[in-house]
T-cell receptor, first 114, second 113 residues
Framework: EAQVTQNPRYLITVTGKKLTVTCSQNMNHEYMSWYRQDPGLGLRQIYYSMNVEVTDKGDVPEGYKVSRKEKRNFPLILESPSPNQTSLYFC?????????????FGNGTRLTVT | SQKIEQNSEALNIQEGKTATLTCNYTNYSPAYLQWYRQDPGRGPVFLLLIRENEKEKRKERLKVTFDTTLKQSLFHITASQPADSATYLCALAGYSSASKIIFGSGTRLSIRP
């Protein structure tokens, strides 16, 4: 089944403790992206990647890192999480860099930072 | 700055009626407008894409219109069913692969039997 898989689904951590949220897609998609979703603010892009070893900042990149060493994986790293990073996170992929290709989303990771 | 507005209030519709959701935008000239459905605890799922030079697009019970003069898209679900209850997001994208995709905050739709 074609899908985007994120892990974990739920994560509670404390301020300053490094964490990684994994994202993997099995559709051989070139483009991958991370979003956070907060009430009333919609989906905001954190980082995106057009292809392997190519990553760029989105709208809200502060406090986050990403890497794209393989085509299928795009982990999101929080080196020193803070409470304002408490949010619902989605990884997404699409076939190519063309904006008329639909995005395929994972089922989300709900992160709480205390 | 670029902005998308969707009905912030939830929409409650009687089963069988047509649900109409609105997406308005400012300070943007999108090449494409997309609609997604999001169920609680799940990621958004792509429904329809309409291009700036298209006035209307249909898929089964779904219809999307795109008015670049009014800077508005309307999303219609005809013969609505309780299973259509979800949050619906609109998203705008430019031609360039480097341009951002901007999402609205969504409208929650409830279809009552």
């Amino acid at each position: 089944e074609a899908q985007v898989t994120q892990n974990p689904r739920y994560l509670i951590t404390v301020t300053g403790k490094k964490l990684t949220v994994t994202c993997s897609q099995n559709m051989n998609h070139e483009y991958m992206s991370w979003y956070r979703q907060d009430p009333g603010l919609g989906l905001r892009q954190i980082y995106y990647s057009m292809n392997v070893e190519v990553t760029d900042k989105g709208d809200v990149p502060e406090g986050y890192k990403v890497s794209r060493k393989e085509k299928r994986n795009f982990p999101l790293i929080l080196e020193s999480p803070s409470p304002n990073q408490t949010s619902l996170y989605f990884c997404a992929s699409r076939k190519d860099r063309e904006q008329n290709s639909p995005l395929h989303f994972g089922n989300g990771t709900r992160l709480t930072v205390t | 700055s670029q902005k998308i507005e969707q009905n912030s209030e939830a929409l409650n519709i009687q089963e069988g009626k047509t649900a109409t959701l609105t997406c308005n935008y400012t300070n943007y000239s999108p090449a494409y407008l997309q609609w997604y459905r999001q169920d609680p605890g799940r990621g958004p799922v792509f429904l329809l894409l309409i291009r700036e030079n298209e006035k209307e697009k249909r898929k089964e019970r779904l219809k999307v219109t795109f008015d670049t003069t009014l800077k508005q898209s309307l999303f219609h679900i005809t013969a609505s069913q309780p299973a259509d209850s979800a949050t619906y997001l609109c998203a705008l994208a430019g031609y360039s692969s480097a341009s951002k995709i901007i999402f609205g905050s969504g409208t929650r739709l409830s279809i009552r039997p």
